[in-house]
């Protein structure tokens, strides 16, 4: 069933309504409106404490919300329905194995507890990369093979959803590399839907093109990173701001003064508008010292949000085709820049 607000929608793997998750009177996640596509990386995003973690757990029925709804690959998850075994792989807060046992023995426990034929087991160490180091006891990996060890051990049942809360914690650049691969391979090859945890930006956006960025348990916007960053903006510098600032509000164009380097600040606009602008300030008798296109870095955009999340919009792209189908009106607000 599809409903309104497109918390199921087919497009859509993972969906959450107003999830709350609190501990006493503290909420480790506020009010959360998940959308997370089929197919591909999504990242969550966001500070230490931010409620990742909780977020994850609480998709994997670890731990149950104090409020809201959650639909996981089509289906309402929540006190008494839970996904099929083996639909959903997870590694939550670090691979959780058995350090005396083998690489293969932990996986063929998975196997056997999943009914899964025992083949199962090294056909997923080699697609972790582990081949060759099957009968080496876990305790034995380094960090990086653990690591993949975990995944591995989440991979085996394949499932269509993979849930990775900071995957490449703690590992060196090398195997930073490999295990990013891996994971965007799975998800290309293999149209798993991985969402993948991180509070560090580069690494999100190396792998995940769709983002939702989480602060004290809210989310404070979620969509592609690269809609994150604004579309850009105009830095005009005259010989007189003030008049300056007049025509171009009698154009329907809002500047922002910013005093500081002594520029209006404007949204882009074509360069036709921007000519004819130009040739109307200095028909005026105004000097125009500086026209410069400025975009911000998805850094200053990230820390902007961050500072300032009241001024951004949790833009959902996929549910707006929904809403564009439906003929819902998106709800939201425009987007200003901040200075
Ligand atoms: N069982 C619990 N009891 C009380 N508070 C908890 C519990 N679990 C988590 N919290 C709190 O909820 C908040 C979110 O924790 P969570 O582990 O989800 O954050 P996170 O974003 O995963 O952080 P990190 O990146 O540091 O792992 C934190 O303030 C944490 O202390």
């Not at 993979?162 to 994971?183: K, S, W, Y």
């Not at 995940?208 to 809210?218: E, F, L």
């Not at 500072?307 to 987007?335: C, D, F, T, W």
């Amino acid at each position: 069933m599809a409903y309104a607000d497109g918390s199921n929608h087919p497009q859509l793997a993972v969906s959450t309504q107003g999830l709350v998750k609190a501990y006493g009177g503290f909420k480790a996640v506020d009010g959360l409106n998940l959308r997370v596509p089929a197919g591909g990386v999504y990242g969550l995003l966001g500070p230490n404490g931010a409620g990742k973690s909780t977020t994850m757990k609480l998709l994997l029925g670890l731990t149950k919300p104090t409020a809201g709804s959650m639909w996981l690959l089509g289906q309402q998850v929540g006190k008494k329905t839970t996904i099929q075994p083996g639909r959903v792989g997870s590694m939550i807060e670090g691979p959780s194995f058995y350090p005396g046992l083998s690489g293969l023995d932990n996986c063929r426990m998975v196997a056997d507890y999943l009914g899964l034929p025992v083949s199962a087991a090294s056909e997923v160490l080699t697609k972790v990369g582990l081949r060759g180091y099957e009968k080496r006891k876990a305790s034995a990996y380094s960090l990086g093979m653990k690591q993949r060890l975990g995944i591995a051990m989440a991979l085996i049942s394949q499932p269509e959803l993979l849930l990775l809360d900071e995957p490449t914690n703690g590992l060196d650049a090398e195997a930073v590399v490999e295990v990013r691969r891996m994971i965007m391979d799975l998800a290309a090859s293999e149209g798993v839907t991985v969402i993948i945890s991180s509070h560090i930006l580069s690494e999100i956006e190396k792998m995940a093109p769709v983002v939702g960025i989480i602060a004290d348990g809210h989310l404070l916007y979620q969509g592609t990173l690269e809609n994150l960053r604004e579309e850009g903006h105009i830095n005009l510098r005259v010989s007189d701001p003030g008049l300056a600032s007049e025509m171009l509000e009698a154009q329907g164009i809002h500047p922002e003064y910013i005093r500081k380097s002594a520029t209006l600040c404007i949204p882009e606009i074509p360069d036709p508008q921007i000519g004819a602008l130009v040739t109307q300030l200095v028909s005026h008798g105004l000097q125009v010292y500086r026209v410069a296109s400025e975009r911000k870095s998805l850094e200053e955009a990230f820390l902007e949000l961050m500072e300032n999340p009241q001024n951004h919009i949790s833009q959902n792209y996929v549910l707006q085709n929904h809403v564009a189908q439906s003929g819902m009106k998106p709800s939201g607000l425009k987007r200003r820049s901040t200075r």
